[in-house]
């Protein structure tokens, strides 16, 4: 547990964190501590606008060690003004964050530097989890298993199956948040605004869910036209998308559940819907739009310029669309669907008897990036005979080209993912 007062023992290790050890320039002086030091700290007499200049500039990599030094501490660097004096000095870069619930105890986090003018950067951390966490009668790994994380400013929200986790990009440092009204699995989720909405991933109810973070509260904002299993979900220009997915039946024509007709389901599986948020009305309520060449849709996400971004699983390969025309225009022509560079997926890893998913993010207003996975479905045989996890790729939108970063590893492959800036 932190302590009120910040030790001199910790100011050294603190300098020492802010200075990089190079023996051509700094020579290692031990430097007694006397007894009297215990009752008078030098830090503790710093006034917070100088600490928070210090804290400023510390490397990212020992920024999870230091609220542990002192409360004071802490609560500086959950400061809006820690995150002022790091973007004035330009040490916040553009990141994807992975987060995965591994154990009981712990979960591991994964932040991938993916700034334009260096080399991506990939930092792993295993950090605890707060306790206790009430995961509606599951343990922490199930309960997170097919989590998805939205990013709130410079907090990244985890959210599960009856369980919800808050993550600090900067520190790990992580809570406990208030669960979804209704149990949800393989659920579309987004921010839009200062807030979070989910949808789908459940037969038991329609509703389309908003987060308020200030209260840490859940209120049921619409019904969803279409009950979607399996699906992904955008947030751009104030509306929430949720794309792809099964279509699972409502129970009101008296079967109590289960599996929808066929044209029902293919709907769902290659087409979009899409809510605005401050009226809660669906633009499209009657007829989803439909991704060209009837593909499944397999990933989405919003970026920074305004459109929405899907990729789409079709026999043998991806293809990759921009929608371009916002929520109230048809589709096709400059008003509707754009292909774009498909992903550099190798050839053999998508096709049938494989399952693909993408979890995108945007990446402020330049980039989108995808971490793709691909497994063989249980009875069937792969005819590219192996398996693709957590490979990330980084769409440059006004290039129009991809790129590869580093892999995820192996922990965090299918990891739920979030960008950034940190």
Same mark, same amino acid.
């Given at each position: 547990?932190?302590?009120?007062?910040?030790?001199?023992?910790?100011?050294?290790?603190?300098?020492?964190?802010?200075?990089?050890? *190079?023996?051509?320039?700094?020579?290692?002086?031990?430097?007694?501590?006397?007894?009297?030091?215990? /009752?008078?700290?030098?830090?503790?007499?710093?006034? #917070?606008?100088?600490? $928070?200049?210090? $804290?400023?500039?510390?490397?990212?990599?020992?920024?999870?060690?230091?609220?542990?030094?002192?409360?004071?501490?802490?609560?500086?660097?959950?400061?809006?003004?820690?995150?002022?004096?790091?973007?004035?000095?330009?040490?916040?870069?553009?990141?994807?964050?992975?987060?995965?619930?591994?154990?009981?105890?712990?979960?591991?986090?994964?932040?991938?530097?993916?700034?334009?003018?260096?080399?991506?950067?990939?930092?792993?951390?295993?950090?605890?989890?707060?306790?206790?966490?009430?995961?509606?009668?599951?343990?922490?790994?199930?309960?997170?298993?097919?989590?998805?994380?939205?990013?709130?400013?410079? *907090? &990244?929200? $985890?959210?599960?199956?009856?369980?919800?986790?808050?993550? *600090?990009?900067?520190?790990?440092?992580?809570?406990?948040?208030?669960?979804?009204?209704?149990?949800?699995?393989?659920?579309?989720?987004?921010?839009?605004?200062?807030?979070?909405?989910?949808?789908?991933? =459940?037969?038991?109810?329609?509703?389309?869910?908003?987060? *308020?973070?200030?209260? #840490?509260?859940?209120?049921?904002?619409?019904?969803?036209?279409?009950?979607?299993?399996?699906?992904?979900?955008?947030?751009?220009?104030?509306?929430?998308?949720?794309?792809?997915?099964?279509?699972?039946?409502?129970?009101?024509?008296?079967?109590?559940?289960?599996?929808?007709?066929?044209?029902?389901?293919?709907?769902?599986?290659?087409?979009?819907?899409?809510?605005?948020?401050?009226?809660?009305?669906?633009?499209?309520?009657?007829?989803?739009?439909?991704?060209?060449?009837?593909?499944?849709?397999?990933?989405?996400?919003?970026?920074?310029?305004?459109?929405?971004?899907? &990729?789409?699983?079709?026999?043998? #390969?991806? =293809?990759?669309?921009?929608?371009?025309?916002?929520?109230?225009?048809?589709?096709?022509?400059?008003?509707?669907? &754009?292909?774009?560079?498909?992903?550099?997926?190798?050839?053999?890893?998508?096709?049938?008897?494989?399952?693909?998913?993408?979890?995108?993010?945007?990446?402020?207003?330049?980039? &989108?990036?995808?971490?793709?996975?691909?497994?063989?479905?249980?009875?069937?045989?792969?005819?590219?005979?192996?398996?693709?996890?957590?490979?990330?790729?980084?769409?440059?939108?006004?290039?129009?080209?991809?790129?590869?970063?580093?892999?995820?590893?192996?922990?965090?492959?299918?990891?739920?993912?979030?960008?950034? /800036?940190?």
């Amino acid at each position: 547990m932190a302590a009120e007062s910040c030790h001199p023992r910790g100011l050294s290790w603190f300098a020492r964190s802010c200075i990089p050890a *190079d023996p051509a320039r700094h020579i290692a002086v031990p430097v007694p501590i006397s007894a009297d030091a215990e /009752e008078e700290s030098p830090i503790s007499a710093l006034p #917070d606008e100088l600490l $928070l200049e210090c $804290l400023a500039r510390v490397p990212r990599a020992s920024l999870p060690a230091l609220p542990a030094v002192c409360r004071r501490f802490a609560a500086l660097l959950a400061s809006e003004g820690f995150l002022h004096l790091r973007r004035a000095h330009g040490r916040l870069r553009p990141c994807l964050l992975a987060v995965s619930v591994s154990s009981a105890a712990t979960f591991a986090r994964a932040l991938l530097q993916l700034g334009a003018s260096s080399v991506p950067e990939l930092e792993v951390a295993a950090l605890p989890l707060p306790s206790p966490l009430h995961c509606a009668g599951s343990s922490s790994s199930s309960a997170f298993a097919h989590a998805r994380a939205v990013a709130l400013g410079r *907090d &990244v929200y $985890l959210i599960g199956r009856g369980a919800t986790l808050r993550v *600090d990009a900067f520190t790990g440092a992580a809570r406990a948040c208030a669960p979804t009204l209704f149990p949800r699995k393989k659920f579309a989720a987004a921010a839009v605004g200062a807030r979070i909405y989910v949808a789908g991933g =459940s037969a038991r109810t329609g509703a389309v869910e908003e987060y *308020d973070p200030s209260a #840490d509260a859940w209120r049921v904002l619409a019904e969803a036209p279409r009950r979607r299993y399996g699906c992904a979900g955008a947030g751009a220009g104030g509306v929430f998308y949720v794309a792809g997915g099964v279509a699972v039946s409502s129970g009101r024509d008296g079967s109590g559940g289960g599996a929808a007709r066929a044209p029902e389901a293919h709907a769902c599986a290659g087409s979009v819907d899409a809510l605005h948020v401050a009226s809660g009305a669906w633009a499209w309520s009657a007829r989803p739009r439909a991704v060209p060449g009837g593909g499944c849709v397999v990933g989405a996400c919003g970026a920074g310029d305004g459109h929405l971004y899907v &990729v789409a699983s079709h026999a043998v #390969d991806l =293809s990759f669309w921009r929608w371009n025309g916002g929520v109230n225009r048809g589709g096709g022509g400059p008003c509707g669907w &754009v292909a774009l560079e498909a992903p550099p997926v190798p050839r053999g890893l998508v096709g049938l008897g494989m399952a693909v998913r993408v979890a995108m993010a945007g990446v402020g207003g330049d980039r &989108v990036t995808a971490v793709v996975n691909a497994t063989a479905v249980r009875g069937h045989n792969a005819a590219g005979g192996g398996a693709l996890e957590g490979m990330v790729l980084v769409y440059d939108i006004g290039g129009g080209k991809w790129s590869r970063a580093p892999d995820l590893p192996p922990g965090l492959r299918r990891a739920a993912c979030a960008a950034v /800036e940190c």
